[in-house]
């Protein structure tokens, strides 16, 4: 081989090695810009997961104040209702009632909440404002 030859054998080992430093290169920049796009990509996840927590959280302490107010409200109406001789419960709810039609209509509200079937009725209550409703039917009528 002469010197020539060698030089072009060189020469076009430096190109091929020029070719796959320029990929090498060109491989580590894309994959430096894949690595980049994971990590926002990643980031922007926690970032809306980290918000959702915050939410999650807001909205378990308003649903535990809301359970701790309704609690207070029940032991409340239990107590006050518990104070309460029963004659005097029917005598409370038709409080006010000067004719016979107020007497009627409030009679009927009274039934529509309060009757057994539904979900907020209650038996001796009913049986307390039917036992009113005929005292005070009497005495209306005369």
Do not use: C
Not at 30 to 35: A, G, N, P, S, V
Not at 50 to 57: C, I, P, Y
Not at 68 to 91: C, L, M
Request: glycine share 2%; proline share 1%; hydrophobic share 35%.
């Amino acid at each position: 081989m002469t010197l020539t030859e060698e030089r072009r054998a060189l020469e076009e080992q430096k190109r091929a090695l020029d070719r796959e430093k320029k990929d090498f290169f060109r491989r580590v920049e894309i994959e430096d810009r894949r690595l980049e796009q994971q990590k926002n990509l990643f980031e922007m996840k926690f970032q809306i997961l980290e918000e959702e927590l915050v939410k999650l959280a807001a909205e378990r302490e308003e649903i535990e104040k809301k359970k701790a107010f309704y609690d207070r409200v029940e032991e409340f109406q239990s107590r006050s209702y518990a104070r309460i001789p029963d004659q005097q419960v029917g005598e409370l709810f038709f409080r006010g009632v000067a004719s016979q039609q107020s007497l009627k209509k409030r009679y009927k509200d009274l039934i529509k909440i309060y009757h057994p079937d539904n979900v907020d009725g209650d038996n001796s209550l009913v049986i307390e404002i039917n036992r009113e409703y005929d005292h005070l039917s009497q005495v209306l009528a005369l």
